[in-house]
């Protein structure tokens, strides 16, 4: 696609319940990155792919929170019993390579989700 | 204490302004981004940099590696400037972005 895509945009859950954030990146990116926004913080990093690897996860915040991604393209957060302290934005963002040193970096719009 | 810092936090200016929103951090870099997040969300890259400066329209990025500070300008500010901006570096992991929390800009008519 013309940009990195992540469904839904919204989501409502209930606490306890598990979510499932889709991301699309720009196709031919290798490198895929999840981020989460808190109201009032930075962005901050829970998980990078390279490929369908993903050599750091090290942002994960719990066990409850896992990623994959699937034939170097899509790639799922998944969110298990979900809680109230993961009301947040989550955002995927994509690159032609994992050096960002050179290389930018394209974002999606995000999905907010809100556990009540 | 974050290691990047923004400021000022929040800034309101009248249409026609020069705008300067600052970043300074504290580890080493290879690079340094700057970003624009409008309202709903989206973010778009607006500058990569890892010394001297770029312009791209009304809008200027430096950096001075030795002092660990970048600044981002806007010359001739307009309402659809209005966004918060956020500044993030690329450290000691080529992939890993560390973010600012962000200046949020409002440009009055």
């Known amino acids: 696609g013309a940009g990195v895509s992540q469904s839904p945009s919204n989501k409502v859950t209930e606490k306890g319940k598990d979510v499932e954030l889709r991301c699309d990146p720009i196709?031919?990116?290798?490198?895929l990155y999840w981020y989460r926004q808190s109201l009032g913080q930075g962005l901050e990093f829970l998980i990078y792919?390279?490929?369908?690897?993903?050599?750091?996860k090290s942002g994960l915040p719990s066990d409850r929170f896992s990623a994959e991604r699937t034939g170097g393209s899509v790639s799922t957060l998944t969110i298990q019993r979900t809680q109230q302290e993961d009301s947040a934005v989550y955002l995927c963002?994509?690159?032609?390579?994992?050096?960002?040193?050179?290389?930018?970096?394209?974002f999606g719009q995000g999905t907010r989700l809100t556990v009540v | 204490k974050n290691e990047v810092e923004q400021s000022p936090q929040n800034l309101t200016a009248q249409e026609g302004e020069f705008i300067t929103i600052n970043c300074s951090y504290s580890?080493?870099?290879?690079?340094l981004h700057w970003l624009q997040q409008h309202p709903g969300g989206g973010i778009v890259s607006l500058f990569m940099?890892?010394?001297g400066k770029k312009k791209h329209g009304r809008l200027i990025a430096t950096i001075n590696i030795q002092e660990k500070h970048s600044s981002l300008h806007i010359t001739a500010s307009h309402p659809r400037d209005s966004a918060v901006y956020i500044c993030?570096?690329?450290?000691?992991?080529?992939?890993?972005?560390?973010f600012g929390k962000g200046t949020l800009l409002t440009v009055n008519p």
């Open positions: 993030a570096v690329c450290g000691g992991s080529n992939y890993k972005l560390t």
């Open positions: 940099l890892s010394s």
């Open positions: 580890v080493g870099i290879s690079a």
């Open positions: 792919f390279q490929g369908n690897s993903a050599p750091d």
């Open positions: 963002a994509s690159s032609a390579t994992g050096v960002l040193m050179n290389t930018e970096a394209f």
């Open positions: 196709s031919g990116h290798t490198a």
